[in-house]
């Protein structure tokens, strides 16, 4: 079992839509990372959280340290938010990376 | 502030060849990180750097990979010679502190034939 679940693997939704990304991890973690990679391979960081919730935009992440579980919102999605999502959490100085939510919105 | 810097943007070699990468961390970030990401996975650390001393490359196949960061600023990786599945993008990353936010560079796409 990885250390790092991410759910679902794969999105498709219309433009418009609220989407949710979920991340649920099994180690002890000092903060939560999400991370946005486009096609071409470069990842942004989006959010970095130890406790509660954090907004930037269109995007807002929860993060729940009892449950070991982590949320990542996009409301009024847009086809430019098309990405692969991925979770991280991190163990003093190092990442744990899931495999990622490859995220598809459809004008 | 600038970001992090890496290049080339993309590389194809033949196996057995050699390649290198550069990367430029933020000014000022004392750690600095390289990920190989296999497509379809998350990224897996190969070295971190803190300054120019290594703190783990536990996971740097060191009988091909190599990498040094002189001066405690910029950072090459070099593979020779290269396999097949080689094939990945190699992600650097830097952090003013190891608890602290990740900047991750752009990736080179390299593609071994």
């Known amino acids: 079992k990885n250390e790092v679940e991410q759910s679902p693997q794969n999105l498709t939704a219309q433009e418009g839509e609220f989407i949710t990304i979920n991340c649920s991890y099994s180690v002890g973690i000092s903060a939560l990372h999400w991370l946005q990679q486009h096609p071409g391979g470069g990842i942004v960081s989006l959010f970095m959280?130890?406790?509660g919730k954090k907004k930037h935009g269109r995007l807002i992440a929860t993060i729940n340290i009892q449950e070991k579980h982590s949320s990542l919102h996009i409301t009024a999605s847009h086809p430019r938010d098309s990405a692969v999502y991925i979770c991280?959490?991190?163990?003093?100085?190092?990442?744990?990376f899931g495999t990622g939510t490859r995220l598809q919105v459809f004008p | 502030e600038a970001g992090v810097a890496q290049s080339p943007r993309y590389k194809i070699i033949e196996k057995r060849q050699s390649v290198a990468f550069w990367c430029n961390p933020i000014?000022?970030?004392?750690?600095l990180y390289w990920y190989q990401q296999i497509l379809g996975q998350g990224p897996k650390l190969l070295i971190q750097f803190q300054n120019n001393g290594v703190v783990d490359d536990s996971q740097l196949p060191k009988d091909r990979f190599s990498a040094e960061r002189l001066k405690g600023v910029d950072s090459t990786l070099k593979i020779q010679p290269a396999k097949l599945e080689d094939s990945a993008v190699y992600l650097c990353?830097?952090?003013?502190?190891?608890?602290?936010?990740?900047?991750f560079g752009s990736g080179t796409r390299l593609t071994v034939v």
């Open positions: 000014s000022g970030h004392a750690t």
């Open positions: 959280l130890s406790s």
């Open positions: 991280a959490v991190g163990d003093t100085d190092k990442l744990i």
């Open positions: 990353a830097s952090s003013p502190r190891s608890d602290y936010g990740y900047t």
